[in-house]
Protein backbone atom coordinates (compact mmCIF):
# COMPACT_ATOMS: atom_id res chain seq x y z
CA UNK A 1 0.00 0.00 0.00
CA UNK A 2 1.54 3.07 -0.91
CA UNK A 3 1.76 5.92 1.64
CA UNK A 4 -0.31 8.77 1.98
CA UNK A 5 1.09 12.42 2.81
CA UNK A 6 -1.81 13.71 6.00
CA UNK A 7 -3.02 16.02 2.69
CA UNK A 8 -3.33 12.37 1.05
CA UNK A 9 -5.04 11.21 3.65
CA UNK A 10 -7.57 13.39 4.75
CA UNK A 11 -8.06 14.24 0.93
CA UNK A 12 -8.40 10.20 0.56
CA UNK A 13 -10.78 10.07 3.53
CA UNK A 14 -13.21 13.11 2.22
CA UNK A 15 -13.46 11.51 -1.03
CA UNK A 16 -14.70 8.72 0.73
CA UNK A 17 -17.10 10.44 2.20
CA UNK A 18 -18.23 12.31 -1.02
CA UNK A 19 -18.50 8.98 -2.64
CA UNK A 20 -20.80 8.15 -0.15
CA UNK A 21 -23.14 10.92 -1.73
CA UNK A 22 -25.66 10.74 -4.98
CA UNK A 23 -24.20 9.84 -6.92
CA UNK A 24 -21.14 7.53 -5.78
CA UNK A 25 -18.90 6.23 -7.76
CA UNK A 26 -17.55 2.21 -7.44
CA UNK A 27 -13.97 1.89 -7.08
CA UNK A 28 -13.45 -1.48 -8.99
CA UNK A 29 -10.74 -4.10 -8.53
CA UNK A 30 -7.91 -4.30 -10.99
CA UNK A 31 -8.77 -7.96 -11.69
CA UNK A 32 -12.28 -8.57 -11.21
CA UNK A 33 -15.00 -8.31 -13.83
CA UNK A 34 -17.42 -5.25 -12.98
CA UNK A 35 -21.26 -5.77 -13.04
CA UNK A 36 -23.05 -2.76 -13.96
CA UNK A 37 -27.22 -2.65 -14.11
CA UNK A 38 -29.60 -0.08 -15.82
CA UNK A 39 -32.10 0.32 -13.61
CA UNK A 40 -34.32 2.58 -11.88
CA UNK A 41 -34.36 4.59 -9.33
CA UNK A 42 -35.73 7.75 -7.62
CA UNK A 43 -34.64 11.22 -6.79
CA UNK A 44 -36.13 14.09 -4.63
CA UNK A 45 -36.63 17.16 -6.66
CA UNK A 46 -37.21 19.88 -4.77
CA UNK A 47 -39.45 18.14 -2.40
CA UNK A 48 -41.39 16.33 -5.04
CA UNK A 49 -40.31 12.61 -5.80
CA UNK A 50 -39.22 11.62 -9.85
CA UNK A 51 -38.54 8.09 -10.85
CA UNK A 52 -35.52 8.32 -12.97
CA UNK A 53 -33.01 5.43 -14.55
CA UNK A 54 -29.86 4.98 -13.94
CA UNK A 55 -26.66 2.94 -14.57
CA UNK A 56 -25.54 0.92 -11.13
CA UNK A 57 -22.46 -0.14 -9.95
CA UNK A 58 -20.85 -1.89 -7.18
CA UNK A 59 -20.82 1.37 -5.14
CA UNK A 60 -23.57 2.50 -6.59
CA UNK A 61 -24.26 5.48 -10.04
CA UNK A 62 -20.73 5.60 -12.19
CA UNK A 63 -17.78 3.98 -12.25
CA UNK A 64 -13.91 4.63 -11.44
CA UNK A 65 -11.00 2.81 -12.59
CA UNK A 66 -7.52 2.46 -11.94
CA UNK A 67 -4.62 2.96 -13.89
CA UNK A 68 -4.22 -0.13 -16.58
CA UNK A 69 -7.51 -1.67 -15.42
CA UNK A 70 -9.40 -2.97 -18.18
CA UNK A 71 -13.16 -2.51 -18.86
CA UNK A 72 -14.21 -5.87 -18.31
CA UNK A 73 -17.95 -5.22 -17.36
CA UNK A 74 -21.35 -7.12 -17.85
CA UNK A 75 -24.07 -4.92 -18.68
CA UNK A 76 -27.62 -6.02 -17.23
CA UNK A 77 -30.93 -4.45 -18.34
CA UNK A 78 -33.07 -4.32 -15.35
CA UNK A 79 -35.14 -2.37 -17.05
CA UNK A 80 -38.66 -3.24 -18.59
CA UNK A 81 -37.37 -1.48 -21.81
CA UNK A 82 -34.38 -2.67 -24.00
CA UNK A 83 -31.57 -0.36 -23.61
CA UNK A 84 -27.68 0.13 -25.43
CA UNK A 85 -24.85 2.05 -23.44
CA UNK A 86 -22.66 3.69 -25.05
CA UNK A 87 -19.09 4.50 -23.28
CA UNK A 88 -18.35 7.96 -24.95
CA UNK A 89 -14.81 8.95 -24.75
CA UNK A 90 -14.04 5.58 -24.91
CA UNK A 91 -12.34 4.09 -28.40
CA UNK A 92 -14.00 0.17 -27.76
CA UNK A 93 -13.73 -2.30 -30.61
CA UNK A 94 -16.53 -1.18 -32.81
CA UNK A 95 -18.93 -3.74 -31.15
CA UNK A 96 -18.79 -2.53 -27.96
CA UNK A 97 -19.37 0.84 -28.93
CA UNK A 98 -23.08 0.99 -27.89
CA UNK A 99 -25.00 2.13 -30.85
CA UNK A 100 -28.39 0.25 -31.49
CA UNK A 101 -27.87 -1.95 -34.89
CA UNK A 102 -24.83 -0.60 -35.19
CA UNK A 103 -23.71 -3.64 -35.11
CA UNK A 104 -25.46 -5.12 -32.17
CA UNK A 105 -29.07 -4.69 -31.20
CA UNK A 106 -30.22 -3.63 -27.79
CA UNK A 107 -30.67 -5.60 -25.01
CA UNK A 108 -33.51 -6.77 -24.20
CA UNK A 109 -35.28 -6.41 -20.45
CA UNK A 110 -33.19 -8.91 -18.16
CA UNK A 111 -30.07 -9.62 -20.97
CA UNK A 112 -26.59 -9.38 -19.89
CA UNK A 113 -24.11 -8.23 -22.31
CA UNK A 114 -20.35 -8.66 -21.77
CA UNK A 115 -17.53 -5.66 -22.84
CA UNK A 116 -13.59 -6.36 -22.62
CA UNK A 117 -11.39 -3.24 -23.87
CA UNK A 118 -8.46 -1.58 -22.98
CA UNK A 119 -10.02 1.75 -21.32
CA UNK A 120 -8.79 5.41 -22.20
CA UNK A 121 -7.91 7.49 -19.50
CA UNK A 122 -9.68 10.52 -18.30
CA UNK A 123 -12.62 11.89 -17.44
CA UNK A 124 -15.35 10.39 -19.32
CA UNK A 125 -19.40 9.12 -19.06
CA UNK A 126 -21.46 6.62 -20.16
CA UNK A 127 -25.31 6.97 -21.47
CA UNK A 128 -27.99 5.52 -23.01
CA UNK A 129 -27.84 6.20 -27.07
CA UNK A 130 -31.70 6.30 -27.14
CA UNK A 131 -32.09 9.88 -26.86
CA UNK A 132 -35.71 9.86 -24.75
CA UNK A 133 -33.29 7.48 -22.51
CA UNK A 134 -30.50 9.91 -22.02
CA UNK A 135 -33.39 12.44 -21.17
CA UNK A 136 -34.49 10.44 -18.47
CA UNK A 137 -30.86 10.21 -16.84
CA UNK A 138 -29.38 6.89 -18.03
CA UNK A 139 -26.36 8.23 -17.88
CA UNK A 140 -23.42 7.93 -15.10
CA UNK A 141 -19.99 8.80 -14.31
CA UNK A 142 -16.91 6.81 -15.77
CA UNK A 143 -13.62 7.70 -14.57
CA UNK A 144 -10.72 6.20 -15.56
CA UNK A 145 -7.69 7.26 -13.27
CA UNK A 146 -3.99 7.53 -14.36
CA UNK A 147 -0.42 6.92 -12.50
CA UNK A 148 -0.46 11.02 -12.29
CA UNK A 149 -3.77 11.21 -10.49
CA UNK A 150 -2.85 8.07 -8.09
CA UNK A 151 0.50 10.05 -7.62
CA UNK A 152 -0.98 13.77 -6.91
CA UNK A 153 -1.53 15.03 -3.84
CA UNK A 154 -5.09 15.98 -4.63
CA UNK A 155 -8.40 15.30 -4.02
CA UNK A 156 -11.05 14.28 -6.94
CA UNK A 157 -14.66 15.20 -7.07
CA UNK A 158 -16.76 14.84 -10.02
CA UNK A 159 -19.58 17.44 -10.92
CA UNK A 160 -21.98 15.59 -12.85
CA UNK A 161 -24.60 17.98 -14.54
CA UNK A 162 -28.14 17.42 -16.20
CA UNK A 163 -31.07 19.39 -16.94
CA UNK A 164 -34.75 17.62 -15.79
CA UNK A 165 -38.27 17.57 -16.91
CA UNK A 166 -41.22 15.94 -14.53
CA UNK A 167 -42.74 15.64 -17.88
CA UNK A 168 -41.52 12.44 -20.19
CA UNK A 169 -39.36 12.72 -23.07
CA UNK A 170 -42.10 12.14 -25.64
CA UNK A 171 -43.85 15.01 -23.99
CA UNK A 172 -41.22 17.51 -24.21
CA UNK A 173 -40.16 17.08 -27.63
CA UNK A 174 -44.08 16.79 -28.91
CA UNK A 175 -44.00 20.16 -26.54
CA UNK A 176 -40.85 21.12 -28.57
CA UNK A 177 -41.97 19.99 -32.17
CA UNK A 178 -45.49 21.86 -31.66
CA UNK A 179 -43.98 24.79 -30.34
CA UNK A 180 -46.42 24.77 -27.53
CA UNK A 181 -43.19 27.45 -25.67
CA UNK A 182 -44.44 29.69 -28.09
CA UNK A 183 -42.63 32.09 -30.29
CA UNK A 184 -41.92 30.27 -33.59
CA UNK A 185 -44.94 28.29 -34.69
CA UNK A 186 -45.46 24.57 -36.24
CA UNK A 187 -43.51 23.05 -38.89
CA UNK A 188 -42.87 19.69 -40.13
CA UNK A 189 -39.55 17.50 -39.67
CA UNK A 190 -37.89 14.83 -39.76
CA UNK A 191 -38.16 11.54 -37.56
CA UNK A 192 -36.49 9.76 -34.64
CA UNK A 193 -32.82 10.27 -36.24
CA UNK A 194 -31.52 7.46 -34.52
CA UNK A 195 -31.05 4.17 -36.11
CA UNK A 196 -33.68 0.90 -36.26
CA UNK A 197 -34.97 0.63 -32.55
CA UNK A 198 -37.29 -2.25 -32.11
CA UNK A 199 -38.37 -1.13 -28.65
CA UNK A 200 -40.73 0.62 -26.70
CA UNK A 201 -40.69 3.61 -26.53
CA UNK A 202 -39.52 4.99 -29.56
CA UNK A 203 -42.65 4.68 -31.56
CA UNK A 204 -43.75 8.25 -30.19
CA UNK A 205 -40.52 9.93 -31.79
CA UNK A 206 -41.22 8.18 -35.07
CA UNK A 207 -43.02 10.46 -37.98
CA UNK A 208 -43.56 13.27 -34.99
CA UNK A 209 -44.14 16.79 -36.10
CA UNK A 210 -40.69 18.13 -35.50
CA UNK A 211 -42.10 22.11 -35.04
CA UNK A 212 -40.57 24.96 -33.63
CA UNK A 213 -39.43 25.32 -30.01
CA UNK A 214 -40.28 28.18 -28.08
CA UNK A 215 -37.29 29.80 -26.66
CA UNK A 216 -35.72 31.81 -29.59
CA UNK A 217 -36.61 35.38 -29.31
CA UNK A 218 -34.70 37.81 -30.53
CA UNK A 219 -32.57 39.90 -27.80
CA UNK A 220 -29.18 42.21 -27.63
CA UNK A 221 -26.55 40.98 -25.59
CA UNK A 222 -27.58 43.99 -22.94
CA UNK A 223 -31.51 43.57 -23.45
CA UNK A 224 -31.90 39.76 -22.80
CA UNK A 225 -34.08 39.22 -19.64
CA UNK A 226 -36.95 36.10 -20.34
CA UNK A 227 -35.39 35.51 -23.76
CA UNK A 228 -33.40 32.39 -24.88
CA UNK A 229 -32.08 34.43 -27.92
CA UNK A 230 -29.26 36.39 -28.38
CA UNK A 231 -27.76 38.38 -31.16
CA UNK A 232 -25.70 36.50 -33.26
CA UNK A 233 -22.84 37.79 -36.18
CA UNK A 234 -24.86 40.40 -38.35
CA UNK A 235 -27.47 40.87 -35.74
CA UNK A 236 -29.22 37.44 -36.84
CA UNK A 237 -31.01 35.82 -33.63
CA UNK A 238 -29.09 32.61 -32.16
CA UNK A 239 -31.51 30.18 -30.50
CA UNK A 240 -30.36 29.12 -27.10
CA UNK A 241 -32.14 27.08 -25.19
CA UNK A 242 -35.08 25.58 -26.52
CA UNK A 243 -36.62 24.12 -23.45
CA UNK A 244 -37.32 25.40 -20.16
CA UNK A 245 -36.57 22.64 -17.70
CA UNK A 246 -38.28 21.94 -14.65
CA UNK A 247 -34.83 21.83 -12.70
CA UNK A 248 -31.06 21.56 -13.30
CA UNK A 249 -28.49 19.16 -11.56
CA UNK A 250 -25.08 18.63 -10.17
CA UNK A 251 -24.82 15.18 -9.01
CA UNK A 252 -28.48 14.34 -8.94
CA UNK A 253 -29.55 17.63 -6.58
CA UNK A 254 -30.31 21.25 -7.33
CA UNK A 255 -29.56 24.17 -5.31
CA UNK A 256 -31.75 23.29 -2.62
CA UNK A 257 -30.38 20.54 -1.24
CA UNK A 258 -27.08 20.68 -2.68
CA UNK A 259 -24.17 18.24 -2.09
CA UNK A 260 -21.48 19.41 0.30
CA UNK A 261 -17.95 17.97 -0.03
CA UNK A 262 -15.92 17.93 2.73
CA UNK A 263 -12.30 19.25 2.07
CA UNK A 264 -8.90 20.36 3.58
CA UNK A 265 -8.09 23.70 4.57
CA UNK A 266 -5.24 24.59 1.58
CA UNK A 267 -6.62 21.29 -0.10
CA UNK A 268 -5.74 21.01 -4.01
CA UNK A 269 -9.16 19.43 -5.77
CA UNK A 270 -9.41 17.92 -9.41
CA UNK A 271 -12.87 18.48 -10.32
CA UNK A 272 -14.02 16.61 -13.25
CA UNK A 273 -16.99 18.33 -14.51
CA UNK A 274 -19.52 16.30 -17.03
CA UNK A 275 -22.34 17.56 -18.98
CA UNK A 276 -24.99 15.10 -18.87
CA UNK A 277 -27.69 17.63 -19.97
CA UNK A 278 -29.96 16.66 -23.00
CA UNK A 279 -29.88 20.24 -24.46
CA UNK A 280 -28.39 23.00 -21.91
CA UNK A 281 -25.03 24.13 -22.10
CA UNK A 282 -23.23 25.38 -18.99
CA UNK A 283 -20.75 27.58 -17.61
CA UNK A 284 -18.50 26.54 -14.39
CA UNK A 285 -18.04 29.46 -11.87
CA UNK A 286 -15.22 28.78 -9.27
CA UNK A 287 -16.30 32.34 -7.56
CA UNK A 288 -13.57 33.28 -4.76
CA UNK A 289 -11.34 30.30 -5.63
CA UNK A 290 -9.80 30.28 -9.03
CA UNK A 291 -8.97 27.63 -11.26
CA UNK A 292 -6.67 25.59 -13.61
CA UNK A 293 -8.19 23.96 -16.70
CA UNK A 294 -5.88 21.16 -17.21
CA UNK A 295 -7.85 18.70 -19.18
CA UNK A 296 -10.64 18.80 -21.50
CA UNK A 297 -12.93 15.66 -22.70
CA UNK A 298 -10.47 13.52 -20.85
CA UNK A 299 -7.35 14.93 -22.81
CA UNK A 300 -4.52 17.07 -21.15
CA UNK A 301 -3.77 20.72 -22.39
CA UNK A 302 -2.13 23.20 -20.97
CA UNK A 303 -3.03 24.58 -17.82
CA UNK A 304 -5.46 27.96 -18.45
CA UNK A 305 -6.28 30.20 -15.57
CA UNK A 306 -9.71 31.41 -14.68
CA UNK A 307 -12.94 31.43 -12.34
CA UNK A 308 -15.40 30.72 -15.89
CA UNK A 309 -15.39 27.83 -18.08
CA UNK A 310 -18.06 26.30 -20.71
CA UNK A 311 -18.98 22.90 -21.89
CA UNK A 312 -21.12 21.66 -24.09
CA UNK A 313 -23.20 18.75 -23.94
CA UNK A 314 -21.22 15.64 -24.07
CA UNK A 315 -18.25 17.83 -23.00
CA UNK A 316 -15.71 17.26 -20.08
CA UNK A 317 -13.52 19.93 -17.87
CA UNK A 318 -10.94 18.97 -15.11
CA UNK A 319 -10.35 21.91 -12.79
CA UNK A 320 -7.91 21.88 -9.87
CA UNK A 321 -8.30 24.89 -7.32
CA UNK A 322 -5.99 25.05 -4.50
CA UNK A 323 -8.34 26.12 -1.40
CA UNK A 324 -7.43 28.60 1.13
CA UNK A 325 -5.58 27.93 4.37
CA UNK A 326 -8.44 29.06 6.00
CA UNK A 327 -11.61 27.14 6.53
CA UNK A 328 -14.69 28.50 4.79
CA UNK A 329 -17.45 27.04 1.94
CA UNK A 330 -16.90 27.63 -1.52
CA UNK A 331 -19.61 26.90 -3.93
CA UNK A 332 -19.14 25.84 -7.45
CA UNK A 333 -21.74 26.84 -9.50
CA UNK A 334 -23.04 25.69 -12.76
CA UNK A 335 -24.86 28.67 -15.29
CA UNK A 336 -27.19 27.73 -17.51
CA UNK A 337 -25.96 29.85 -20.64
CA UNK A 338 -27.90 32.69 -21.53
CA UNK A 339 -30.38 32.11 -18.61
CA UNK A 340 -30.38 33.21 -15.23
CA UNK A 341 -30.76 29.14 -13.59
CA UNK A 342 -28.13 27.72 -11.86
CA UNK A 343 -26.97 24.39 -9.80
CA UNK A 344 -24.19 22.89 -8.20
CA UNK A 345 -22.10 21.94 -5.30
CA UNK A 346 -20.61 23.18 -2.25
CA UNK A 347 -16.84 22.76 -1.27
CA UNK A 348 -16.35 22.85 2.66
CA UNK A 349 -14.32 22.95 5.45
CA UNK A 350 -14.99 21.05 9.00
CA UNK A 351 -17.51 23.02 10.47
CA UNK A 352 -17.64 25.71 7.67
CA UNK A 353 -21.45 27.80 7.80
CA UNK A 354 -22.58 26.44 3.92
CA UNK A 355 -25.37 29.27 3.37
CA UNK A 356 -28.39 28.71 0.95
CA UNK A 357 -27.87 29.49 -2.56
CA UNK A 358 -31.30 30.63 -5.20
CA UNK A 359 -31.36 28.77 -7.84
CA UNK A 360 -32.09 31.49 -10.32
CA UNK A 361 -28.67 34.29 -10.31
CA UNK A 362 -29.53 37.65 -10.42
CA UNK A 363 -28.40 38.18 -13.67
CA UNK A 364 -28.50 35.89 -16.63
CA UNK A 365 -25.28 34.19 -17.89
CA UNK A 366 -23.73 35.05 -21.41
CA UNK A 367 -23.85 33.00 -24.71
CA UNK A 368 -21.03 30.21 -24.87
CA UNK A 369 -18.28 30.54 -26.66
CA UNK A 370 -20.15 32.23 -29.86
CA UNK A 371 -16.63 33.88 -31.22
CA UNK A 372 -14.62 30.53 -30.39
CA UNK A 373 -12.27 32.74 -27.60
CA UNK A 374 -12.12 29.62 -25.07
CA UNK A 375 -11.61 27.18 -27.42
CA UNK A 376 -9.27 29.07 -29.27
CA UNK A 377 -7.27 29.36 -26.35
CA UNK A 378 -6.83 25.25 -25.83
CA UNK A 379 -3.80 23.68 -26.08
CA UNK A 380 -3.24 20.10 -26.48
CA UNK A 381 -0.08 18.59 -24.19
CA UNK A 382 0.10 15.13 -26.46
CA UNK A 383 -1.11 16.69 -29.88
CA UNK A 384 -1.48 14.38 -33.46
CA UNK A 385 1.77 13.80 -34.37
CA UNK A 386 2.48 16.20 -37.73
CA UNK A 387 1.82 14.44 -41.22
CA UNK A 388 0.00 15.01 -44.29
CA UNK A 389 -3.45 14.79 -44.82
CA UNK A 390 -4.85 12.41 -46.87
CA UNK A 391 -8.21 13.04 -46.95
CA UNK A 392 -10.85 16.28 -46.12
CA UNK A 393 -14.77 16.45 -45.81
CA UNK A 394 -16.50 19.17 -45.44
CA UNK A 395 -19.75 18.96 -43.08
CA UNK A 396 -22.46 21.30 -43.42
CA UNK A 397 -24.63 21.84 -40.46
CA UNK A 398 -28.40 23.14 -41.01
CA UNK A 399 -31.74 23.61 -39.84
CA UNK A 400 -34.12 25.65 -38.30
CA UNK A 401 -36.54 26.61 -35.27
CA UNK A 402 -39.57 26.11 -37.86
CA UNK A 403 -39.99 23.91 -39.16
CA UNK A 404 -37.86 21.91 -36.17
CA UNK A 405 -35.31 19.82 -38.53
CA UNK A 406 -31.59 19.55 -37.95
CA UNK A 407 -29.58 17.81 -40.27
CA UNK A 408 -25.69 17.15 -41.88
CA UNK A 409 -24.80 17.93 -45.54
CA UNK A 410 -28.75 18.78 -45.88
CA UNK A 411 -30.01 15.39 -45.05
CA UNK A 412 -31.65 13.60 -41.74
CA UNK A 413 -30.26 10.64 -40.67
CA UNK A 414 -31.59 7.44 -43.19
CA UNK A 415 -31.07 9.79 -46.04
CA UNK A 416 -27.59 10.53 -45.30
CA UNK A 417 -24.35 9.99 -46.98
CA UNK A 418 -21.49 8.15 -45.00
CA UNK A 419 -18.46 10.33 -44.25
CA UNK A 420 -15.93 7.98 -45.78
CA UNK A 421 -12.19 7.55 -44.94
CA UNK A 422 -9.31 4.20 -45.11
CA UNK A 423 -8.23 2.96 -41.90
CA UNK A 424 -5.11 4.76 -40.58
CA UNK A 425 -5.62 8.15 -43.05
CA UNK A 426 -5.57 11.07 -41.74
CA UNK A 427 -8.30 13.30 -41.78
CA UNK A 428 -9.82 16.17 -41.75
CA UNK A 429 -13.34 17.03 -40.61
CA UNK A 430 -14.82 20.68 -40.93
CA UNK A 431 -18.06 21.42 -39.21
CA UNK A 432 -19.50 24.25 -40.59
CA UNK A 433 -22.70 25.47 -39.07
CA UNK A 434 -24.97 27.42 -40.93
CA UNK A 435 -27.51 27.10 -38.79
CA UNK A 436 -28.75 29.62 -35.77
CA UNK A 437 -28.00 27.15 -32.75
CA UNK A 438 -24.90 25.60 -31.98
CA UNK A 439 -24.07 22.20 -32.28
CA UNK A 440 -21.66 20.15 -30.35
CA UNK A 441 -20.54 17.04 -32.48
CA UNK A 442 -19.32 14.24 -31.16
CA UNK A 443 -17.55 11.69 -32.92
CA UNK A 444 -17.69 7.68 -31.26
CA UNK A 445 -14.44 5.76 -31.77
CA UNK A 446 -11.60 8.42 -32.50
CA UNK A 447 -10.02 11.22 -30.52
CA UNK A 448 -9.38 14.13 -32.68
CA UNK A 449 -7.40 16.76 -32.78
CA UNK A 450 -9.27 21.10 -33.01
CA UNK A 451 -6.63 22.58 -35.73
CA UNK A 452 -8.73 25.31 -37.21
CA UNK A 453 -10.68 27.64 -35.84
CA UNK A 454 -12.75 30.04 -38.25
CA UNK A 455 -10.32 29.81 -40.83
CA UNK A 456 -7.37 30.60 -38.48
CA UNK A 457 -5.31 27.42 -37.89
CA UNK A 458 -4.80 25.99 -34.32
CA UNK A 459 -2.70 23.13 -32.45
CA UNK A 460 -5.82 22.99 -30.58
CA UNK A 461 -6.89 20.39 -27.81
CA UNK A 462 -8.16 16.86 -28.28
CA UNK A 463 -11.42 15.75 -27.85
CA UNK A 464 -14.51 14.03 -29.19
CA UNK A 465 -17.21 16.14 -28.70
CA UNK A 466 -16.26 19.98 -30.05
CA UNK A 467 -18.78 22.84 -29.92
CA UNK A 468 -19.57 25.06 -32.95
CA UNK A 469 -21.44 28.10 -32.87
CA UNK A 470 -23.41 29.69 -35.12
CA UNK A 471 -22.39 30.97 -38.19
CA UNK A 472 -18.81 29.16 -37.85
CA UNK A 473 -16.42 26.61 -39.02
CA UNK A 474 -14.25 24.34 -36.76
CA UNK A 475 -11.54 22.09 -38.42
CA UNK A 476 -10.45 19.12 -36.65
CA UNK A 477 -8.09 16.65 -37.31
CA UNK A 478 -7.83 12.91 -36.47
CA UNK A 479 -6.34 9.28 -37.95
CA UNK A 480 -9.08 6.79 -38.71
CA UNK A 481 -9.11 3.71 -37.01
CA UNK A 482 -11.23 0.16 -36.78
CA UNK A 483 -12.91 -0.59 -40.42
CA UNK A 484 -16.41 -0.25 -39.07
CA UNK A 485 -19.62 2.47 -39.16
CA UNK A 486 -18.68 5.07 -36.22
CA UNK A 487 -21.51 7.66 -35.35
CA UNK A 488 -21.39 11.46 -35.87
CA UNK A 489 -23.80 13.03 -34.32
CA UNK A 490 -24.92 16.41 -32.73
CA UNK A 491 -25.01 15.47 -28.65
CA UNK A 492 -28.40 18.24 -28.10
CA UNK A 493 -30.83 15.26 -28.09
CA UNK A 494 -33.81 16.81 -29.38
CA UNK A 495 -31.48 17.84 -32.87
CA UNK A 496 -30.06 14.25 -32.78
CA UNK A 497 -34.13 13.11 -32.29
CA UNK A 498 -35.31 14.91 -35.15
CA UNK A 499 -32.45 13.11 -37.18
CA UNK A 500 -29.07 15.16 -36.93
CA UNK A 501 -26.49 12.19 -37.71
CA UNK A 502 -24.36 10.69 -40.46
CA UNK A 503 -21.92 8.24 -39.84
CA UNK A 504 -18.67 8.11 -40.07
CA UNK A 505 -17.81 4.95 -42.13
CA UNK A 506 -13.68 4.13 -42.37
CA UNK A 507 -12.98 1.00 -44.75
CA UNK A 508 -10.25 -1.18 -44.58
CA UNK A 509 -6.54 0.21 -45.97
CA UNK A 510 -5.83 -1.09 -49.58
Not at 138 to 152: K, N, T, W
Request: glycine fraction near 12%; proline fraction near 5%.
Amino acid sequence: MNTLSRRGFLAAGAAAIAAAQVPRLAFAQTAARISLSATNRTLDIDGRAATVFGLAGPGGQGLVLDPGQRFRLDLTNDLDVGTIIHWHGQTPPNAQDGVPDMPMPVLAPKETRSYDFQARPGTHWMHSHVPIQEMQLLAAPLIVRSEADLAADRQEVVMFLHDFSFKSPEEVLAQISGGHSGGHGAGHGAGSGVPPMPMEGMGAMRGMDHGAMGHGATGGMGNMSGMGGMMGMGGMAMDLNDHEWDAYLANDRTLSDPEVVRVERGGRIRLRVINAAAATVFWIETGAVGARLVAVDGNAVQPLSGTRFGLAMGQRLDLEIDLPNEGGAWPILALREGARERTGLILATQGAEVRRLDAVAESQAPAFDTDLAQEGRLIALDALPDRAVDRSHMLMLGGSMQPYAWTINGAAWGQHQPITARSGERVVLSFHNMSMMAHPMHLHGHAFQVVGLNGRRVAGALRDTVHVPPMSMVDVALDAGEAARWMLHCHHMPHLASGMMTEFAVTASA
